[in-house]
DNA sequence: GCCGATTTGTCCGTATGTATC
DNA sequence: CGATACATACGGACAAATCGG
């Protein structure tokens, strides 16, 4: 595990704040102090806590110091999608059981249209995969996703049935580092409606995202559509 | 204008990728021809440069060089949500005319209830708005802020009517740094119905917000209910 | 109001590690 | 293997904001 110094540093205070060493509104110590606590450079101590300050756990304050802002219960952390996060992932953090069903699996070829929508270049030869994805038995969303066919070769419906982003890490080795995504809200069309048990609502969470890989080529574009029960979308903004 | 070096950095490359200098999928120079260039230290540089990363303008690749993966019309950039920004900032931003009609204004006490959804502390006073905000003369949201009163004294329902950002930043001289923010899809309301023109829409996007001010007191509590067509909410996630 | 101590913010130069080519 | 390029880390210096006497 070759973990560097200001990631150390970075787990260990978040974690010390979790867990109330250092209580919300309370006052961490100060650089100096704390730079000879863990026995660092002043460096890698302020990467850490620019990290924390990233996650809105705390908020640094020029000439006064850095107070803890991170509070428990910070609304249930339950349901909500974080960061980067695939499907099966998102299951295991919250103890629950994840399926899927291929519900479409094909060879496409990007239209003008198509590339409009998704970034893809006209042309490109795409992997087109439609999947419903279940939680303990029930329906939580669905799933369109454009792969670029020459990132994901070896891809095939079995391998989708299971999980993708482990198939395209474990065996193509390729690390996805960078996602950018769009939120807006979408009337449910038919196929929504027959796959989802939408209840009351008549529209669904829609989440558009582009995905590049390690060679910082965008090989997936994905929307995907939630029932609006089971869609929590967590995110901090600083400026 | 005090700038700070980085930042200067962070801007001039910004803008040499928006406008074509460097094109999508190109590398950079390497860092060591850009500090040359800049004039600069290679820490300065590498702090621009991991600022473009955040924005998913480019991606960095170990042993190979920096990438730009940041493309025009990445989708349309109108009518979208960014970081931390307020109501007039972002009608200026899209050439529309704002209007803010306040439905309510009261002085509140912070009940149980309240302190577990909004986060403030029980028995805390707070000033309760409820406005509804249009754009170009349509009904967009519904606001329903809470104001912890003791860091916004002088807050009136004239002064909301207008821009409560600009009061506060403005008159108080207070800044708003962080806002932690989480998205959901409600049914509407009887409430929501009876301001906004909802359609065929039975559903809104809510955002509810906690901001921190400059002395790491959240001093805002906002929940905001869109109009399905006039919300879309961009990030980016990286790991 | 001034001054000095404390604390965070910015910047630099350098050294070493590691991945890629 | 060597050259290139990004990643991490250290130590030192000065600036800017805050606070107390």
Redesign the pocket.
């Known amino acids: 595990m ?1 973990r ?4 150390g540093i970075y787990r260990d205070l978040k974690g010390k704040i979790q867990e109330g060493s250092y209580a919300y509104q309370e006052f ?1 110590p ?3 102090t704390l730079t000879e606590e863990y026995g ?5 101590l ?2 850490a ?1 620019s990290m924390l300050a990233d996650d809105a756990y705390v908020q ?7 107070r803890v802002i991170w509070q428990r219960k910070d609304h249930s952390t339950q349901g909500v999608l974080e960061g980067v996060e695939s499907f099966g992932e998102y299951a295991r953090r919250n103890g629950l059981e994840p399926s899927t069903s291929v519900k479409s699996f094909e060879h496409v070829v990007c239209s003008a249209g198509l590339a409009h929508r998704t970034g893809f270049a006209e042309g490109t030869e795409l992997l087109r995969v439609v999947r419903v994805r279940s939680l303990d038995g029930v329906a939580r969303q669905v799933d369109h996703d454009y792969f670029l066919a020459s990132a994901a070769p070896g891809l095939t419906a079995e391998v989708a049935e299971e999980s993708v982003y482990s198939f395209l890490e474990e065996r193509l080795g390729m690390r996805i580092l960078t996602s950018r995504r769009s939120i807006t809200v979408q009337l449910a069309t038919d196929e929504d409606c027959s796959y989802l048990e939408l209840g009351p609502y008549n529209c669904v969470a829609v989440v558009e995202s582009q995905s590049y890989n390690s060679d910082g080529v965008m090989f997936e574009y994905t929307q995907v559509r939630h029932h609006p029960d089971a869609f929590c979308f967590n995110t901090v903004s600083r400026r």
Chains 1, 2 share one sequence.
């Open positions: 070759p560097a110094i200001f990631e961490l100060p650089e100096s660092c450079s002043r460096n890698a302020r990467r806590l640094p304050m020029h000439g006064r110091g850095v």
